[in-house]
């Protein structure tokens, strides 16, 4: 479908970047907005650079999660290469980091707080309108700069050389010379052992070069594999620890806090979603990403009384594997993001507390806080024994790669260093017996 612009934002902006584009269409405004615009079944990153090519305006919901976010990176550079005019619309009174301040420098941006946001949607749409009225200016090179190198080669000149050959007059003997006397015999020449010895280096090391290079590149295959693969087992582990640690809270929130909140104020008063494991679980894992940003955490649910943890189409197929095979425990692979690929460790969330019962069961036994809270549609229905969702931790594969290659950067150093060792030690060697061996000749 073809639109006019273009909303980029982040995940955690989704909610007024929505709003955006449900003012700008009702005011005649064409928008494309992800995930509603990519088709079922499409690749994602194809769908996302389809869209910002078919649109005129590039709208940037700018935020602090935008500023850190790799996504809405390179949707601005490719919004950028295109020529198109961007808008950052800023919710947060931040400044761009280094990468997003290379093309959001010289942009005017539309402020849009303090609050509310919405107030500053209409200067938005008028100022798209503007853009759009406008003529599109065509770019003779397509915004693209090609350079052309010219290298000048000097043939080398031709020397010639002449030989030059010095000959000495043959001995004879003085008339004065005893009869007994013998001339003494002309020295013979002694063979160019220099000549020798570089031919012997030369070949020595056109077979021997090539081998060493050889075997430090196998080696600095093999142990790079290695790395990766210990990499891999470190994330993995690390995000084992995180579930633990998520277990351990959900445990905590249900034996200690919930009873204690429920002492502590009568049951028709204010519900605190603090009292729910699936709430302190993940916001307990919220503090640990300020640590450890690459790690994402989530409960993820196909039927949760808080919206924000209802699965998406491969969290869904986790959680209907686990139900499938109630006997599997654990589940760790790798899915294509739009960043990358990811990897992700899983552990089914079952219903074996009557604790959980008690505000999942009916809406009529649930808190009525929570009720009026989240509603009664969500989170309703559940029985002891049931696998009701997946804790989820995952991380981008290039984290383990980036772990890699950090320890290989001083291992592959090492082993060019130890190879300039054994190529030196080994001429040395060469160069010692080749010598011994023509003094001996020499004198025999």
Same mark, same amino acid.
């Not at 946001?117 to 749409?125: V, W």
């Not at 008690?358 to 989240?374: E, F, I, N, R, W």
């Given at each position: 479908?073809s @639109? =006019?612009?273009f ?5 955690k ?12 269409? @009702? ?31 590039? /709208? ?7 500023n850190? &976010?790799d ?29 997003? &301040? ?7 941006? #539309? =402020?849009? +707080? ?16 503007? #853009? ?8 003779? =090179? ?8 010219l /290298?000048?080669?000097?043939?080398? @000149? ?35 052992k ?12 056109? $077979? +021997? ?19 990766q693969?210990? @990499?891999?087992?470190? $994330?993995? &582990? ?9 277990r351990?809270?959900?445990k ?15 049951s028709?008063?204010? +519900? ?12 307990? +894992? ?19 009384t ?10 869904? =197929? ?8 109630t %006997? ?14 990811? #990897?992700?460790? %899983? ?22 806080g ?17 696998? $009701? ?7 981008p ?9 950090? &320890?290989?950067?001083?291992?592959f ?8 060792? /054994? ?10 017996? #080749?010598? %011994? ?8």
């Amino acid at each position: 479908m073809s @639109a =006019d612009v273009f909303i980029s934002h982040s995940n955690k902006d989704k909610t007024i970047a929505e709003a955006i584009c449900h003012q700008l269409e @009702a005011n005649g405004i064409r928008c494309w907005i992800a995930p509603r615009d990519i088709q079922f079944g499409s690749d994602w990153t194809e769908g996302i650079m389809h869209g910002i090519s078919s649109c005129k305006v590039f /709208v940037l919901v700018f935020s602090d999660s935008a500023n850190t &976010s790799d996504h809405v990176r390179r949707e601005v550079a490719k919004a950028f290469s295109l020529g198109l005019a961007v808008i950052p619309f800023r919710t947060e009174d931040v400044a761009p980091n280094r990468s997003l &301040s290379y093309f959001l420098e010289t942009v005017h941006w #539309l =402020d849009a +707080f303090p609050s509310p946001t919405e107030s500053y949607f209409g200067t938005l749409s008028d100022q798209i309108k503007r #853009l759009l009225e406008q003529p599109v200016a065509a770019n003779g =090179d397509g915004g693209k700069h090609g350079f052309t190198q010219l /290298v000048a080669v000097a043939a080398p @000149a031709e020397i010639s050389t002449e030989k030059t050959v010095s000959t000495q007059p043959a001995s004879r003997l003085s008339s004065g010379a005893s009869a007994k006397g013998q001339a003494k015999p002309a020295p013979r020449s002694e063979p160019k052992k220099n000549n020798g010895l570089t031919k012997t280096f030369v070949r020595f090391n056109l $077979v +021997f070069l090539p081998i060493l290079a050889a075997a430090i590149g196998a080696t600095a295959a093999i142990v790079h594999s290695h790395l990766q693969e210990g @990499a891999q087992q470190e $994330v993995v &582990s690390t995000a084992k620890v995180m579930l633990e640690t998520a277990r351990a809270s959900r445990k905590y929130t249900t034996e200690q806090i919930a009873p204690l909140l429920e002492t502590l104020q009568p049951s028709d008063q204010q +519900f605190h979603p603090q009292s729910i494991p699936f709430y302190a679980a993940t916001e307990a +894992f919220n503090y640990f990403r300020q640590t450890h940003p690459d790690f994402a955490y989530k409960e993820a649910a196909p039927n949760p009384t808080n919206p924000r943890d209802r699965t998406v189409d491969w969290e869904a =197929d986790i959680v209907n594997e686990f139900r499938n095979d109630t %006997s599997k425990k654990e589940l760790i692979g790798q899915r294509d993001t739009p960043l990358g690929p990811s #990897l992700f460790i %899983s552990t089914p969330i079952k219903v074996d507390d009557a604790s959980c019962l008690q505000c999942h069961s009916t809406p009529d036994k649930a808190p009525p806080g929570m009720v009026k809270l989240y509603g009664s549609a969500n989170g309703f229905g559940w029985q002891s024994g049931d696998i $009701v969702g997946a804790q989820i931790v995952s991380v981008p594969a290039a984290l383990t790669e980036k772990l890699a290659d950090n &320890s290989f950067q001083s291992i592959f150093w090492w082993l060019i260093g130890i190879g300039m060792v /054994v190529l030196g030690v080994t001429n040395g060697v060469l160069f010692w017996a #080749l010598r %011994s061996a023509l003094r001996i000749a020499a004198k025999e």
